[in-house]
C-alpha cells in the first residue's frame, strides 16, 4: 500500500540507550519530517530533509540525528535517549498530489524512556 | 506568542449542533493554511485546505482573514463521528530555509455527545 511507513510503532528504551526510528515512503517524495507530539503540545519539528543527502534542523532537534541515504527511507536516531524524549513520533512526506502539494503522515511511534 | 494558537477546548455539543473553532497565526509571511483532523492515537489527517475566499466541503466551511491572520472552521449538524481534535496548521518558511514547514497549533478537542 503507497504511503508512510514507521517502524516500530511502539519502543520503551532506557536512559541513556540509544535507537534509530525509520521512515519509509514509497511514493517518490522528495520532501520528509520528523515531528514529535507531545501532551498539550502540537506537533513540533525536529529535523527534516528536502531530497536525498540533505538534511535540516527544525524546531527541536536537540538530542536527535538525521540521514536521508535513500530518497525513501527517513532515519531518526537518539544516540543517548532521556526521559524528555518520551513522545510520539511522527514522520511525514510531502508531495506533488493533484495540482498541489499534500503531506502524509506515519502512524507514528510511541517512544517511552525510562 | 505562539505561532499557532487555537481555541483550548475541550468543545462538549450535542449531535446536530454547529461548532466554530478559532484559530490565530503570527507569521504574516505564511503562505498556505489548513485544518487536520487527527483522532486519538492515530495520526493527523487533512480535513481541508483554507482559501481566502472561503471554502465549503459538505458540512465543513473553512474561512481565511489575511488582514488579521485568522483561521476558522464551523461544523454543520454535527455527528458523533465528528468528534477528534482538530488542528489548525499553517505552511511557512522554517528560519529562512528557502521551504516551508508546517506549524501546527495544539489542536482543539472536540466531542459530540449523543
Known amino acids: 500500500n503507497a504511503g508512510v511507513t514507521q517502524t516500530p510503532k511502539f519502543r520503551v528504551l532506557k536512559t541513556g540507550q540509544s535507537m534509530t526510528l525509520l521512515c519509509a515512503q514509497d511514493?517518490?517524495?522528495?520532501?520528509m519530517y520528523w515531528y514529535r507530539q507531545d501532551p498539550g503540545m502540537g506537533l513540533r519539528l525536529i529535523h527534516y530533509?528536502?531530497?536525498?543527502?540533505?538534511?535540516a534542523k527544525g524546531e527541536v532537534p536537540d538530542g536527535y540525528n538525521v540521514s536521508r541515504l535513500k530518497k525513501q527511507n527517513f532515519l531518526l536516531g537518539l544516540e543517548s535517549a532521556a526521559p524528555s524524549q518520551t513522545s510520539v513520533y511522527f514522520c511525514?512526506?510531502?508531495?506533488?498530489?493533484?495540482?498541489?502539494?499534500?503531506?502524509?503522515f506515519g502512524s507514528g511511534t510511541r517512544l517511552t524512556v525510562v | 506568542r505562539k505561532e499557532v494558537e487555537q481555541d483550548p477546548g475541550p468543545f462538549n455539543v450535542p449531535e446536530g449542533a454547529t461548532v466554530a473553532f478559532n484559530c490565530t497565526y503570527s507569521?504574516?509571511?505564511?503562505?498556505?493554511f489548513f485544518w487536520y483532523r487527527q483522532d486519538c492515537r492515530k495520526e493527523p489527517k487533512l480535513l481541508m485546505s483554507?482559501?481566502?475566499s472561503g471554502n465549503e466541503d459538505g458540512r465543513f466551511t473553512a474561512q481565511l482573514n489575511r488582514a488579521s491572520q485568522y483561521i476558522s472552521l464551523l461544523i454543520r449538524d454535527s455527528k458523533l463521528s465528528d468528534s477528534a481534535t482538530y488542528l489548525c496548521?499553517?505552511?511557512?518558511?522554517?528560519?529562512?530555509?528557502?521551504?516551508?514547514?508546517?506549524?501546527f497549533g495544539k489542536g482543539t478537542k472536540l466531542s459530540v455527545i449523543p
Open positions: 511525514a512526506s510531502k508531495g506533488r498530489q493533484g495540482g498541489t502539494y499534500g503531506y502524509t
Open positions: 496548521v499553517v505552511s511557512s518558511t522554517y528560519s529562512g530555509a528557502g521551504s516551508y514547514q508546517l506549524t
Open positions: 483554507v482559501y481566502s
Open positions: 507569521n504574516s509571511a505564511s503562505q498556505s
Open positions: 511514493m517518490n517524495h522528495e520532501y
Open positions: 530533509s528536502v531530497g536525498e543527502g540533505t538534511t
